[in-house]
């Protein structure tokens, strides 16, 4: 429920367009998000819920954080999906 609340005030913060369409298409479970957390520009990993909570291994490397951050810096648009780089350890077995 906490990432629920997560992403509707998400959706919320974003203006009227695409973007907020796809998270609210997220919120009608159209898709399973399996994690969520805020990141910042040094990569502090704050707000973690669902898998991002179950280790303090990143989730994204510091290359896709950094290309993350030039994103916005460059004037890219809210939000930016990613998808973790990490490999699940139960594909591993």
């Not at 369409?21 to 399996?34: C, G, H, K, Q, S």
């Not at 890219?76 to 780089?85: D, E, M, T, Y």
């Amino acid at each position: 429920r906490k990432m629920l609340g997560a992403m509707s005030d998400d959706a919320g913060s974003l203006p009227d367009g695409e973007g907020a369409a796809l998270v609210r298409w997220f919120l009608e479970n159209n898709m399973t998000v399996l994690g969520h957390e805020t990141l910042s520009r040094d990569g502090h990993r704050s707000e973690r819920l669902g898998l991002s909570r179950v280790s303090d291994l990143p989730i994204l490397s510091d290359q896709s954080v950094a290309l993350a951050v030039k994103w916005f810096e460059e004037g890219g648009r809210s939000p930016l999906v990613l998808k973790a780089n990490r490999v699940s350890a139960h594909e591993l077995a």
